[in-house]
Each structure stands twice: as C-alpha cells, then as structure tokens.
Nanobody, 120 residues
Framework: VQLVESGGGSVQAGGSLRLSCAASPSIYNNHCMGWFRQVPGKEREGVARIDGSGRFTFYTDSTKGRFTISRADNTLHLQMTALKPEDSAIYYC?????????????????WGQGTQVTVS
C-alpha cells in the first residue's frame, strides 16, 4: 500500500478537521503531492497541492485561507478550518512521480483509498 489517508469524519459547519496521508518513502520523497475531493456525480477536483520541497503550496479558490497543506516525515496533511457543507466529499491524497506540480488529477500516479468528510 502506497498512500493511506486518515482523519476524515463528521463535523458541524464552522468546525475543523485534519486529514493525514502516510506515504511510502519512494513516493513521498521529492514529489509533488496533493489533496483532491469528489462528490457523487461530479468530477474529482483539486483542493490543494504542495511541491516536493514543501516550500510551495497551491490552493483552489474555494479553499484558500481555510485549508492548509503541509508535509513532513513521509506524511501529507490537510488542516481544514471554517468548514462548510459544500466541503463534504470523499477526500483523496495523491502523488506525482514526474517533475512539476500539476492541477490535473490525471498527472498524479498514486492515489489513496479516500476518506469521507461530512459537514452539516
């Protein structure tokens, strides 16, 4: 198993959750990683991503200022605050194995199994 998410759950609007994704070192080291989310009937969308060095982060407009992506010790994190019902989705972590740090899910080679986040 290459990527394993944890930390999902149910929370009231305005609350916080922290997602984690444990990665195999061969995938984690020096590779762009990201968080995506998907709701039934919709395409998977990017939430945030971080480059291999950890110095550069990128956020989708809907999560900017509320979510924080970070990485350390072979683990990717997503701190989510001020959660809204529209943030409810299955959240996936993913890793690229090529250079760059793309927005497109198709450029990510490894995916976790997903963790449910429900905001009511």
């Amino acid at each position: 198993v290459q990527l394993v998410e944890s930390g999902g759950g149910s929370v009231q609007a305005g609350g916080s959750l922290r997602l984690s994704c444990a990665a195999s070192p061969s995938i984690y080291n020096n590779h762009c990683m990201g968080w995506f989310r998907q709701v039934p009937g919709k395409e998977r969308e990017g939430v945030a991503r971080i480059d291999g060095s950890g110095r550069f982060t990128f956020y989708t407009d809907s999560t900017k200022g509320r979510f924080t992506i970070s990485r350390a010790d072979n683990t990717l994190h997503l701190q989510m605050t001020a959660l809204k019902p529209e943030d409810s989705a299955i959240y996936y972590c993913a890793a690229m194995v090529t250079t760059g740090c793309s927005t497109s899910p198709s450029t990510f080679s490894y995916w976790g199994q997903g963790t449910q986040v429900t905001v009511s």
